[in-house]
């Protein structure tokens, strides 16, 4: 079974090494990672960057960009969604940058509307519900997101209001059924995503600090599922705005 796949005692067949050399020295010295577009254009428009790097890859290339803030070098990218292309993402992106440490920040879906209208969330652990953490960690229900404290002073010191709680990961968004919302409600879960608990588990197995938040897009916690910003301008707006955020903390990690 997948749970059983965690193997820490016999080497990889191939890995990033071999198929990417690496830098001399780091690019970056830490990268935010964004899933849209528009963000990356944004940046591109507003901020002095460079191109530093690319993944090359059947679907097309994934530039890695920089700017400089607040005197330090920091990366972006736009990554695939989904944890298992995420999580290849970002080991091939340290790999070619030589960064390690890594700021995420995306959309998810609301489990308590109450808890989380108006703030940012901060995943203090999150439900393993995809398949790439079982090959990077032990198996167990929940990952630990070791550094949510540290993200959540940050965001408190920045005066923007956030939440923390549990998260639930799964790559299954057709199938996240009523069934399986109440009981990760039941367990404190306030946000569902895709891609938390994989990366938590890459960066833990790579020796990589994973720095992320959430802002809601749609909500599950109705009787009918409800899109709300999900696809409209709004979504933009949450985007732009949660980029300078992640500015600000890739600046202080």
């Not at 990952?143 to 002073?153: L, W």
């Not at 959430?214 to 949450?238: S, V």
Request: hydrophobic share 40%; net charge negative.
């Amino acid at each position: 079974m997948i749970i059983h796949s965690f193997d820490p005692h016999t080497p990889a067949v191939f890995g990033p090494e071999s198929v990417y050399p690496a830098p001399e020295k780091a690019l970056c010295e830490v990268m935010i990672i964004t899933f849209s577009h528009v963000v990356i254009e944004h940046a591109l428009r507003h901020f002095n960057c460079r191109q530093i790097a690319a993944l090359p890859g059947l679907n097309g290339d994934k530039p890695i960009y920089a700017l400089t803030h607040k005197g330090r070098d920091i990366g972006f990218m736009m990554s695939p969604i989904t944890a298992a292309h995420a999580g290849m993402t970002l080991e091939e992106a340290a790999r070619v940058t030589g960064a390690r440490r890594f700021v995420l920040f995306g959309s998810c879906g609301a489990l308590d509307a109450a808890l989380t209208e108006g703030r940012l969330i901060v995943p203090t652990e999150a439900y393993r519900d995809e398949g790439l953490s079982y090959h990077y960690a032990q198996a167990a229900d929940y990952i630990p997101i070791k550094n949510a404290g540290r993200v959540a002073r940050m965001l408190d010191d920045l005066g923007i209001p956030q939440v923390s709680g549990r998260a639930w990961t799964t790559d299954g968004i057709y199938r996240e059924t009523r069934g399986n919302v109440d009981r990760r409600r039941a367990e404190g879960c306030i946000a569902v995503d895709m891609e938390c608990s994989a990366l938590q588990a890459v960066c833990d197995y790579r020796g990589y600090e994973y720095y992320t938040f959430f802002y809601t897009g749609d909500l599950l916690d109705a009787p009918e599922w409800e899109q709300r910003i999900l696809a409209n301008e709004a979504e933009k707006d949450h985007q732009l705005s949660n980029f300078l955020v992640a500015l600000e903390i890739a600046a202080q990690v």
